[in-house]
């Protein structure tokens, strides 16, 4: 019978289930090893993974939990499964993994990065409060006071931040543009997900006395003050959180180095 020769790389993939032992959702470790195989650069964008049978005896589990693990990565937006003559399981240009579900990997990859985030944010958040002093409602101004005395009545930290996020579509809901408000949608999911993953307690950067200055430009329908303002609290916070970005890969970078 022929045998399969493994690559040092292949090697090291198996070694990452050994390390940790077998859980019982193996399938998810397998999703982890086949990750980290793309992290290191094993498999980069558009080359093709081993076949499935040879993948499956290198990983030492069956060919139902592989074939979950590649389901599982094909929904994520790593892998892409190609049928005909040419078909196979390769790496995606990585591109659309979702930032909900993936954001760490984003990360660490470099397909995001809070920089990215700050300049969008610091060009789109000043006009999209401007048009809010002038457009929104007085149901919509009503639902802007509740959330906010909600958030700051709250000692938990995640809804905290959910709530100051909520907050920001809210406004950018209120503007009247649905297109500044899917990319603020896209911007504060980003910044939400970030704030909650990476550090899971409300930022000590957010200063609620400034939504609540900004609450009160917008009742006053005073735009330029709101607009000012919402950038003054942009930069503020988006500083905080490159920092804190920097700081979150460091000690993944030095984690990953102790465990190699």
């Not at 809070?114 to 610091?122: E, I, K, S, Y």
């Not at 639902?143 to 907050?167: C, G, Q, W």
């Not at 503020?236 to 700081?247: F, N, P």
Request: hydrophobic share 40%; glycine share 4%; aromatic share 6%.
């Amino acid at each position: 019978m022929p045998t399969t020769r493994k690559t040092s790389e292949q090697i090291d993939m198996v070694q990452l289930l050994r390390n940790v032992g077998r859980p019982k959702n193996l399938y998810m470790e397998v999703m982890r090893s086949i990750k980290e195989a793309i992290f290191r650069g094993d498999y980069g964008p558009g080359q093709s993974l081993p076949s499935e049978k040879d993948m499956a005896l290198l990983l030492g589990v069956s060919r139902p939990v592989l074939r979950e693990a590649l389901r599982a990565l094909q929904l994520q937006g790593f892998l892409d499964v190609r049928r005909g003559s040419r078909g196979g399981t390769y790496v995606t240009n990585l591109s659309n993994i979702s930032i909900r579900d993936n954001l760490e990997d984003l990360l660490r990859i470099g397909k995001l990065s809070m920089a990215d985030l700050t300049r969008a944010r610091l060009l789109l958040e000043p006009e999209v409060f401007r048009l809010a002093a002038e457009n929104a409602s007085v149901e919509q101004l009503a639902e802007m006071a509740a959330m906010e005395d909600e958030a700051n009545r709250s000692t938990d930290p995640k809804r905290r931040i959910t709530l100051h996020s909520d907050f920001h579509r809210l406004v950018a809901a209120a503007s009247g543009s649905p297109i500044y408000l899917r990319f603020m949608q896209i911007i504060f999911d980003f910044m939400e997900v970030f704030a909650v993953t990476i550090q899971p307690t409300d930022l000590a950067a957010h200063d609620d006395q400034e939504h609540s200055q900004i609450f009160e430009a917008l009742q006053r329908r005073d735009g330029e003050r709101a607009a000012m303002l919402a950038r003054e609290h942009a930069e503020k916070v988006t500083r905080a959180m490159i920092k804190l970005e920097k700081q979150w890969l460091k000690a993944l970078e030095s984690r990953e180095s102790e465990v190699s």
